[in-house]
């Protein structure tokens, strides 16, 4: 591109191409600079319907049921609530049922190891108000049990298993709760962070 | 007296019509499924933890090996995951060069699966044209990337090659074949009484319970349902083309077969208006930073792949390594529906139905 | 029935097509230009920078550099230079970051042998394999101009 615009410049004016190369270096050398200012997170558009939804679920359960509530700006502003483990099963079943979410459809179900402890994720779908929200669990890392929700949503049932064999976290009441991806017989659990393969080097 | 008990019997794991490595115990009383259980993770390669130690360039070859039939879509929603981390501003050129290929790449998944499924229930020929079909599009690919298969073509940022000469025409050529093709298939199969009476009413489930499993793609269009990320949360520039969500009526196996002969129609339709408007100059790879750091946080993005919703979970710990990449692949969600449908049904629909559901193995172990 | 006859319609009209397939392993498949094959490698144009080995996925290229023997030449002169053709998926990510050209594609896809050892290949045997290359490779050539000393 540079290089274009200077020929085509030189032809015509040389004058202006001396003044267009001091201005183009300093342009290439802020670069990192600009990286490093994190802009300040404007407050997303989804605010008011976050909070209401907030609002909404401590109303059913408590205060404790919410750990903490953000929206999401990475793509499309997902709502995102971290919910207290005792009250997930409660919650979960509201958030199906209930007429105005009616979040029926699980998109996607994740285990996260965050080093000090477990979470699991769950990106739900509502087809009647299309809409979508992330629902995080956090899970003690040294007894790793959270409520299945199989029962719930049956499109559960894999990835629990999945989570289950790939991070170690235990689903109680989850029907069939055996390894998935992994032989039956594997010791330790491999996306763990501090997962030591048993037989290195074959 | 018939003595009559019931029997286990292991389908798989190498069997031809599992389409890799799936094994699928069933227990049979007399021609009659009782119970079936899916085993999986033959395939399993451990992708999700290898991309850990990977930095997000290296991992898009990977994501290559999960759906190997469609390479394409997995490939995006990869490199989708990213510039949504990092707000990339992708050029218009490469978007097309995307959404084109993202397209070819559908129809041939589709035929695979076309030809593939009418093998499975005792068709030989579709198979043949099918593939020589899917050649063509492997071929054009080929030209664009190298790699009939693997393509490893997105990049954060764009695409990695521009068209080469003449390839743009190349395609629209084919789209003129492939839209006669088409008539040619109706002509061999839709009419087809024998398949027909195949597939009509087999493998039927409702929507409610399409739903329930999370299905997605073809497998909950069947239902009457339409739901096409592609038009629901359109991602890169799908919302400037025109197109249907073909949907199905019965939820049978027959309706999917035209579910998704439709979906080819709509591709063609796509990449003919791609071709229309395609760009004329402009560069394929946006400015990146040559080491990717992604920002602390994290996201979900899904896309339409041919097998369905194909989601990727991007946690980031603002290294050039994902903290955690987890793929929501469409055939292993897909693949959690296949007890219930075979409960009760004749052993012979054990293949249609799973055909059915069109799963790719590398995709469900992943 | 009808339908079945009307399918068989197509298949009389296929039948007098010409043939599709190839006479593959008497005839040679003609790749396109872009096709990602076994590696040339060309020793004098590397300059041991090392991105390839880093940005390799498979972790299947091994190197060493050596200190040249020409006091003009700055820098250092490849030594060996290995790919270990059992893991390697020709992902093309080698030749797209070498800046030089160093390593570049060819055409060629026949690595079948009898035997592991065979599929590990050196500078020599690379650096031998230098037809049908491609012409296309880097995405980042070295900067000529500005920058150079920045990479
Ligand atoms: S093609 Fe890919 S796998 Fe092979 S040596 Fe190059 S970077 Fe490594
Ligand atoms: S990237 Fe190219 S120049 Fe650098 S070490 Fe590898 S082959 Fe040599």
Same mark, same amino acid.
């Given at each position: 591109?540079?290089?274009?615009?200077?020929?085509?410049?030189?032809?015509?004016?040389?004058?202006?191409?001396?003044?267009?190369?001091?201005?183009?270096?300093?342009?290439?050398?802020?670069?990192?600079?600009?990286?490093?200012?994190?802009?300040?997170?404007?407050?997303?558009?989804?605010?008011?319907?976050?909070?209401?939804?907030?609002?909404?679920?401590?109303?059913?359960?408590?205060?404790?049921?919410?750990?903490?509530?953000?929206?999401?700006?990475?793509?499309?502003?997902?709502?995102?609530?971290?919910?207290?483990?005792?009250?997930?099963?409660?919650?979960?079943?509201?958030?199906?049922?209930?007429?105005?979410?009616?979040?029926?459809?699980?998109?996607?179900?994740?285990?996260?190891?965050?080093?000090?402890?477990?979470?699991?994720?769950?990106?739900?779908?509502?087809?009647?108000?299309?809409?979508?929200?992330?629902?995080?669990?956090?899970?003690?890392?040294?007894?790793?049990?959270?409520?299945?929700?199989?029962?719930?949503?049956?499109?559960?049932?894999?990835?629990?298993?999945?989570?289950?064999?790939?991070?170690?976290?235990?689903?109680?009441?989850?029907?069939?709760?055996?390894?998935?991806?992994?032989?039956?017989?594997?010791?330790?659990?491999?996306?763990?962070?501090?997962?030591?393969?048993?037989?290195?080097?074959? | 007296?018939?003595?009559?008990?019931?029997?286990?019997?292991?389908?798989?794991?190498?069997?031809?019509?599992?389409?890799?490595?799936?094994?699928?115990?069933?227990?049979?009383?007399?021609?009659?499924?009782?119970?079936?259980?899916?085993?999986?993770?033959?395939?399993?390669?451990?992708?999700?933890?290898?991309?850990?130690?990977?930095?997000?360039?290296?991992?898009?070859?990977?994501?290559?090996?999960?759906?190997?039939?469609?390479? &394409?879509?997995?490939? %995006?929603? /990869?490199?989708? $995951?990213?510039?949504?981390?990092?707000? @990339?501003?992708?050029?218009? !050129?490469? #978007?097309?060069?995307?959404?084109?290929?993202?397209?070819?790449?559908?129809?041939?998944?589709?035929?695979?699966?076309?030809?593939?499924?009418?093998?499975?229930?005792?068709?030989?020929?579709?198979?043949?044209?099918?593939?020589?079909?899917?050649?063509?599009?492997?071929?054009?690919?080929?030209?664009?990337?190298?790699?009939?298969?693997?393509?490893?073509?997105?990049?954060?940022?764009?695409?990695?090659?521009?068209?080469?000469?003449?390839?743009?025409?190349?395609?629209?050529?084919?789209?003129?074949?492939?839209?006669?093709?088409?008539?040619?298939?109706?002509?061999?199969?839709?009419?087809?009484?024998?398949?027909?009476?195949?597939?009509?009413?087999?493998?039927?489930?409702?929507?409610? &319970?399409?739903?329930? %499993?999370? /299905?997605?793609? $073809?497998?909950?269009?069947?239902?009457? @349902?339409?739901?096409?990320? !592609?038009? #629901?949360?359109?991602?890169?520039?799908?919302?400037?083309?025109?197109?249907?969500?073909?949907?199905?009526?019965?939820?049978?196996?027959?309706?999917?077969?035209?579910?998704?002969?439709?979906?080819?129609?709509?591709?063609?339709?796509?990449?003919?208006?791609?071709?229309?408007?395609?760009?004329?100059?402009?560069?394929?790879?946006?400015?990146?930073?040559?080491?990717?750091?992604?920002?602390?946080?994290?996201?979900?993005?899904?896309?339409?792949?041919?097998?369905?919703?194909?989601?990727?979970?991007?946690?980031?710990?603002?290294?050039?390594?994902?903290?955690?990449?987890?793929?929501?692949?469409?055939?292993?969600?897909?693949?959690?529906?296949?007890?219930?449908?075979?409960?009760?049904?004749?052993?012979?629909?054990?293949?249609?139905?799973?055909?059915?559901?069109?799963?790719?193995?590398?995709?469900?172990?992943? | 029935?009808?339908?079945?006859?009307?399918?068989?319609?197509?298949?009389?009209?296929?039948?007098?097509?010409?043939?599709?397939?190839?006479?593959?392993?008497?005839?040679?498949?003609?790749?396109?230009?872009?096709?990602?094959?076994?590696?040339?490698?060309?020793?004098?144009?590397?300059?041991?920078?090392?991105?390839?080995?880093?940005?390799?996925?498979?972790?299947?290229?091994?190197?060493?550099?050596?200190?040249?023997?020409?006091?003009?030449?700055?820098?250092?002169?490849?030594?060996?230079?290995?790919?270990?053709?059992?893991?390697?998926?020709?992902?093309?990510?080698?030749?797209?970051?070498?800046?030089?050209?160093?390593?570049?594609?060819?055409?060629?896809?026949?690595?079948?042998?009898?035997?592991?050892?065979?599929?590990?290949?050196?500078?020599?045997?690379?650096?031998?394999?230098?037809?049908?290359?491609?012409?296309?490779?880097?995405?980042?050539?070295?900067?000529?101009?500005?920058?150079?000393?920045?990479?």
């Amino acid at each position: 591109m540079t290089e274009e615009n200077n020929k085509e410049e030189k032809t015509a004016q040389s004058k202006e191409d001396q003044e267009k190369k001091p201005v183009q270096r300093p342009a290439a050398r802020p670069r990192p600079r600009v990286k490093k200012e994190a802009p300040p997170p404007e407050p997303s558009p989804k605010e008011p319907l976050l909070a209401e939804l907030v609002q909404q679920v401590t109303e059913k359960l408590g205060e404790q049921a919410i750990e903490e509530s953000y929206v999401n700006q990475n793509g499309e502003h997902l709502l995102t609530l971290v919910v207290n483990r005792d009250h997930w099963a409660k919650l979960a079943s509201l958030l199906k049922q209930e007429a105005n979410w009616q979040y029926t459809y699980l998109q996607n179900c994740a285990g996260v190891d965050q080093q000090t402890y477990f979470e699991v994720v769950y990106h739900l779908y509502s087809l009647e108000h299309h809409d979508q929200i992330c629902v995080h669990v956090k899970v003690d890392r040294d007894q790793p049990e959270i409520p299945s929700v199989v029962n719930i949503w049956p499109a559960a049932n894999w990835h629990e298993r999945e989570i289950y064999d790939l991070l170690g976290i235990q689903f109680t009441g989850h029907p069939n709760l055996q390894r998935i991806l992994m032989p039956d017989e594997w010791e330790g659990y491999p996306l763990r962070k501090d997962y030591q393969p048993l037989d290195e080097g074959v | 007296m018939l003595r009559t008990e019931e029997m286990l019997l292991n389908v798989g794991p190498q069997h031809p019509s599992t389409h890799g490595v799936l094994r699928i115990v069933v227990k049979i009383d007399g021609e009659v499924i009782r119970e079936a259980t899916p085993v999986i993770g033959y395939l399993h390669r451990g992708t999700e933890k290898l991309a850990e130690d990977l930095n997000y360039t290296q991992i898009i070859p990977y994501t290559d090996r999960m759906d190997y039939v469609s390479a &394409m879509s997995n490939n %995006y929603v /990869l490199v989708h $995951a990213v510039e949504t981390m990092l707000k @990339l501003e992708i050029p218009e !050129r490469a #978007e097309y060069l995307r959404v084109i290929t993202l397209e070819l790449n559908r129809i041939a998944s589709h035929l695979v699966w076309m030809g593939t499924y009418l093998l499975d229930i005792g068709a030989l020929s579709p198979f043949l044209y099918a593939f020589q079909d899917r050649e063509k599009i492997l071929d054009l690919f080929n030209e664009l990337c190298g790699a009939r298969l693997t393509y490893n073509y997105m990049r954060v940022g764009g695409v990695k090659w521009d068209a080469p000469n003449g390839w743009l025409q190349k395609v629209e050529q084919f789209i003129t074949m492939m839209e006669k093709r088409m008539k040619d298939y109706h002509q061999l199969i839709t009419g087809n009484e024998i398949f027909i009476q195949r597939t009509r009413g087999v493998g039927v489930y409702s929507q409610e &319970m399409a739903i329930q %499993y999370a /299905l997605s793609g $073809a497998n909950l269009r069947v239902t009457g @349902l339409q739901r096409d990320l !592609r038009k #629901e949360h359109p991602y890169s520039i799908y919302d400037r083309f025109q197109f249907d969500v073909p949907v199905g009526r019965h939820g049978d196996l027959y309706d999917k077969y035209l579910c998704r002969m439709n979906e080819v129609e709509e591709s063609l339709k796509i990449v003919g208006q791609a071709l229309a408007s395609f760009p004329e100059k402009g560069r394929v790879l946006g400015k990146v930073p040559r080491v990717l750091r992604v920002p602390e946080g994290e996201c979900y993005v899904s896309i339409e792949s041919p097998r369905g919703e194909l989601g990727c979970y991007l946690v980031s710990k603002g290294k050039d390594k994902p903290w955690r990449l987890k793929f929501r692949r469409p055939s292993f969600c897909n693949l959690q529906i296949l007890p219930v449908l075979l409960r009760g049904e004749n052993m012979a629909n054990l293949v249609a139905i799973l055909g059915g559901i069109d799963i790719v193995l590398g995709e469900v172990d992943c | 029935m009808f339908g079945l006859v009307k399918g068989l319609g197509l298949t009389l009209k296929n039948m007098v097509k010409p043939r599709v397939t190839y006479k593959y392993p008497h005839e040679p498949l003609e790749m396109p230009n872009r096709f990602r094959g076994i590696q040339y490698f060309i020793p004098e144009l590397c300059i041991v920078c090392n991105q390839c080995v880093r940005i390799c996925p498979t972790d299947c290229i091994t190197l060493t550099g050596k200190k040249s023997d020409d006091p003009n030449v700055k820098g250092k002169v490849i030594d060996t230079y290995e790919i270990n053709f059992e893991i390697c998926i020709l992902c093309d990510l080698c030749t797209e970051v070498c800046p030089t050209e160093a390593v570049v594609m060819t055409n060629h896809y026949e690595l079948a042998t009898y035997s592991r050892d065979d599929l590990y290949k050196d500078m020599e045997w690379l650096s031998q394999n230098n037809t049908l290359v491609r012409k296309e490779n880097t995405l980042h050539p070295l900067p000529k101009k500005t920058g150079a000393k920045k990479a």
